[in-house]
């Protein structure tokens, strides 16, 4: 009896400690990488940026709205982040492709041009060749099922 008693209250525990207690260390997390992007050292910076946009991509699975503000706020802080720019019009184009809504298109569009540009500065040609193959199959109005996206 107490064995059962025993269990049932290390069960509730974890229990608690994964609806309560999970989140709020998360919050934590991003807070932290969000204050490193600040920091003064480049390796601080880089990698807090890696993290976030790791933390994006894995938001976006379930929630795309959530990833995209990730990815906003990444580029408001660098600007120059090629794969910020990739998951963005990823994002953006796919909405396109199901809503039609030519803002996303527009903008979608606008962020791949930038990625391309970057990854032409930084020499990754195959990177830029799958981002001008996206291009081409968004203008002539390809489904975005078949957009092959580089996986970053």
């Known amino acids: 009896m107490i064995r059962k008693l025993l269990f049932g209250a290390c069960i509730g525990g974890l229990i608690i400690g994964q609806v309560y207690e999970a989140p709020l260390e998360q919050q934590a997390k991003e807070a932290k990488l969000w204050q490193n992007t600040q920091s003064s050292n480049d390796t601080t910076r880089a990698r807090a940026e890696g993290e976030l946009l790791k933390l994006a991509k894995n938001k976006g699975i379930s929630n795309s709205s959530e990833a995209e503000a990730i990815y906003k ?73 078949s957009w092959d996206f580089p996986q970053l």
């Open 73 to 145: 706020q990444i580029l408001a802080i660098n600007p120059n982040s090629a794969p910020a720019h990739t998951r963005l019009a990823e994002i953006q184009l796919k909405r396109w492709s199901t809503t039609k809504n030519p803002i996303d298109k527009e903008s979608g569009l606008e962020h791949l041009r930038k990625a391309k540009e970057l990854y032409k500065q930084y020499k990754i040609d195959f990177y830029v060749q799958k981002l001008e193959k996206v291009e081409s199959l968004v203008n002539s109005g390809k489904p975005g099922y």
